[in-house]
C-alpha cells in the first residue's frame, strides 16, 4: 500500500500562483508514477500532469501546458504541483494519484490507471 497527502490548496485571485505537495508513504518502491487529477463540481475527476519516478519524464494536459509545472524530490518522496497564471477555471479539488503500473500513451491520464489516491485537497480561485 502506498498513503499520500496532499497539502497546499487554498484560495487565491486569477493570475496569482500556489503549489501543491503530496507526500507518498508506505510501499513506495512499488511507484511507477505519480500525478494530479483535479475535479471540479459537478465534473469528472480530470488529468493535470504526471511525472515517471524514475527519469523523471512529465507529461501536462493541454489545459495547464506552460502555466504548471510538476516535479519531484525523491530523497523526501514527495511530488510538488507549481500552479502559475491562475484561472478561475482551475478551480477544483485537487487529487494525488500514484500508480504502480508501467504506463504509456494515453493511459498517463487514465484515472483507472492510478491505484493510489490522496483525499484532495482544495483550490479556488476568484475572478
Known amino acids: 500500500q502506498v498513503q499520500l497527502v496532499e497539502s497546499g490548496g487554498g484560495l487565491v485571485q486569477a493570475g496569482g500562483s500556489l503549489r501543491l505537495s503530496c507526500a507518498a508513504s508506505?510501499?513506495?518502491?512499488?511507484?511507477?508514477?505519480m500525478a494530479w487529477f483535479r475535479q471540479a463540481p459537478g465534473k469528472e475527476r480530470d488529468f493535470v500532469a504526471t511525472?515517471?519516478?524514475?527519469?523523471?519524464?512529465?507529461y501536462y494536459a493541454d489545459s495547464v501546458k506552460g502555466r504548471f509545472t510538476i516535479s519531484r524530490d525523491n530523497t523526501k518522496n514527495t511530488v510538488y504541483l507549481q500552479m502559475n497564471s491562475l484561472k478561475p477555471e482551475d478551480t477544483a479539488v485537487y487529487y494525488c494519484?500514484?500508480?504502480?503500473?508501467?504506463?504509456?500513451?494515453?493511459?498517463?491520464?487514465?484515472?483507472?490507471?492510478?491505484?493510489?489516491w490522496g483525499q484532495g485537497t482544495q483550490v479556488t480561485v476568484s475572478s
Open positions: 511525472i515517471r519516478w524514475s527519469g523523471g519524464s512529465t
Open positions: 508506505g510501499r513506495t518502491r512499488s511507484r511507477n508514477a
Open positions: 494519484a500514484a500508480t504502480s503500473f508501467s504506463l504509456s500513451g494515453s493511459r498517463w491520464s487514465r484515472v483507472a490507471d492510478y491505484d493510489y
